[in-house]
């Protein structure tokens, strides 16, 4: 990707919005029961005081959805500036989980333009989750298709 800036993009490198969000136990058990992902080291406390963790851990997924919720709140930001501009999602890559996320803690999601490719009509962001102790949880690379619907 190429790292100049481009007049026809209405988003510039390191561009950024923040999402925070204490994660509920009832966060926990609603995304399972809508995925049905129903793994004993999300939804059994009694399982998992015999695992490393000694507590349930949040879906892996979930925090990926915080990522979205980020990525949303940056698309919505410069799409209310230029109108004529819609966006969409076309993959996260390099998704990592690097901490476990437990009941109780509160994740801050940092998502940064870090490139853009202008003949793509492309932008690349990275994407940090943090946990309330300033540790890294997870992170991403996001990518988003921008296509001018006016000229």
């Known amino acids: 990707m190429d790292s100049t800036f481009d007049q026809r993009f209405y988003v510039s490198i390191v561009d950024q919005v923040t999402f925070a969000k204490t994660i509920s136990e009832s966060d926990v058990y609603l995304f399972a029961g809508i995925?049905?992902?129903?793994?004993?080291?999300?939804?059994?406390?009694?399982?998992?005081?015999h695992t490393?963790?000694?507590?349930?851990v949040v879906h892996g997924i979930l925090v990926v959805g915080l990522m979205a919720a980020a990525s949303t709140m940056l698309v919505d930001k410069f799409e209310r500036r230029e109108?004529?501009?819609?966006?969409?999602?076309?993959?996260?890559?390099?998704?990592?989980?690097?901490?476990p996320v437990?009941?109780?803690?509160?994740?801050?999601?940092?998502?940064?333009?870090?490139?853009?490719?202008?003949?793509?009509?492309?932008?690349r962001s990275?994407?940090?989750?943090?946990?309330?102790h300033g540790q890294i949880v997870?992170?991403?690379?996001?990518l988003i298709q921008?296509?001018?619907t006016a000229s």
Request: proline share 1%; glycine share 4%.
């Open 35 to 49: 995925t049905g992902y129903f793994a004993q080291i999300h939804v059994n406390a009694e399982y998992v005081k």
């Open 52 to 56: 490393v963790f000694q507590q349930r």
């Open 83 to 99: 109108p004529d501009v819609q966006s969409y999602s076309v993959g996260y890559d390099r998704i990592r989980f690097i901490k």
């Open 102 to 123: 437990f009941i109780g803690d509160t994740i801050t999601v940092t998502y940064t333009i870090a490139e853009i490719d202008a003949a793509k009509q492309r932008s």
């Open 126 to 132: 990275t994407i940090e989750a943090r946990n309330q």
């Open 138 to 142: 997870a992170a991403a690379q996001h």
């Open 146 to 148: 921008w296509i001018r």
